[in-house]
């Protein structure tokens, strides 16, 4: 088993998250408002937590009952929590665990798995994960809505799902680090939902070769990742306006006016005009990181 922590009263320093004994930390990607200013995860204190070692496994929870919502809002719910991974620095290949805090009863899981299946079309149902008590994760991996599960000991009538990858240690109460309350957690499989984790012999998001250069940037761009095979701007420019010279200006951007016409679903504008600017973002993304 490994030992983690979990909280949103504050931010301990990752010092103090080790001296803890804490091997990754469970961390919000929703605002805790002005009750719970720390409660959101943000970059800074994502490279502070990696620089020191320690995991992160995802979390979203807004309201204790959000998934009563349903499925578009666990839609709307899962496009803003994977924003913030990607604008924290993670991937978005790796699970987010969604929260169900509090004692559903057997009628609202219907909502509640709805949800869940709101925020697979936007992760995909390999990445979706739930935490709440032992009847409401039980059901919702039975229903195969959820892939991983996080199980707090509150609401579980002192039973445990064989299946779940964390569990949080209620009974162990809380552990003050650096100041701030935390609850204690144990993952209890190899992969429980860390950043950092990559199965055996894969590589994080690998390129499918068979994909055209274009379709993969595309891809690539969209989900935040931006890997060794975006190596060739221009053969992606090429690619995107047919190999016509006319459509660059003197500056080297593309022309839209020469290139093809507005695409009335795109507001009238072109899609070598909106992907010309992603180009360029895509360049000083590589320049930044050295590649």
Do not use: H
Not at 127 to 132: D, I, R
Request: with cysteine; charged share 20%.
């Amino acid at each position: 088993m490994i030992f983690g922590l979990d909280y949103a009263g504050g931010r301990p320093s990752p010092s103090a998250i080790v001296a803890a004994g804490a091997s990754f930390v469970c961390r919000y990607l929703s605002d805790g408002g002005a009750e719970l200013p720390a409660k959101l995860l943000v970059p800074d204190e994502a490279a502070g937590l990696r620089a020191a070692g320690i995991d992160i496994v995802s979390n979203w929870e807004t309201t204790a009952d959000r998934m009563l919502d349903g499925y578009s809002a666990g839609v709307d719910d899962a496009g803003a929590a994977l924003a913030q991974v990607l604008d924290c620095g993670g991937r978005r290949d790796r699970p987010i665990y969604f929260s169900a805090d509090f004692d559903a009863t057997p009628a609202q899981q219907a909502p509640i798995n709805a949800y869940l299946q709101g925020c697979a079309t936007v992760l995909g149902a390999s990445n979706v994960g739930v935490y709440g008590g032992y009847w409401v994760v039980s059901r919702a991996l039975d229903a195969g809505v959820a892939a991983y599960a996080w199980q707090t000991q509150a609401w579980s009538g002192g039973q445990q799902d064989p299946r779940i990858a964390i569990l949080q240690d209620n009974a162990a109460g809380y552990a003050t680090v650096d100041g701030v309350q935390c609850d204690m957690d144990w993952a209890l499989i190899t992969d429980y939902g860390q950043w950092s984790y990559v199965p055996k012999g894969d590589t994080v998001t690998a390129p499918n070769t068979e994909v055209p250069l274009t379709q993969q940037f595309f891809t690539d761009f969209m989900t935040g990742y931006i890997g060794p095979e975006i190596t060739d701007v221009k053969t992606i420019r090429e690619q995107l306006t047919g190999g016509r010279d006319d459509v660059y200006t003197d500056s080297g951007q593309i022309d839209a006016q020469k290139s093809y016409p507005g695409w009335p679903q795109l507001g009238g504008r072109t899609l070598v005009d909106a992907v010309a600017q992603l180009l360029d973002d895509v360049e000083a993304i590589k320049a930044k990181l050295g590649a």
